[in-house]
């Protein structure tokens, strides 16, 4: 799981268009579940309006993702 929020950062990096401003990243350690959760802040850097962001997830990944969101 604690690669998901590093595949999320280089992924979105890698767009000529997104900059990431702030990553807020929480795990829980409270229960026998361990929760990560990881928070960015993007912005359009680029000339044109952009609609949509990817999220991109390997086999594994997705596997093991409970939950993911996003929100403007």
């Given at each position: 799981m604690l690669v998901l929020p590093l595949v999320l950062v280089v992924g979105v990096a890698l767009a000529?268009?997104?900059?990431?401003?702030n990553v807020d990243r929480t795990i829980d350690l409270t229960?026998?579940?361990v929760k990560v959760s990881s928070q960015l802040t993007?912005?359009?850097?680029?000339?044109?309006?952009a609609n949509y962001v990817e999220v991109l997830l390997s086999s594994k990944e997705n596997e093991h993702l409970s939950y993911i969101s996003?929100?403007?």
């Open positions: 000529a268009d997104w900059k990431v401003t229960s026998q579940i993007l912005v359009n850097t680029g000339s044109s309006d996003a929100q403007e």
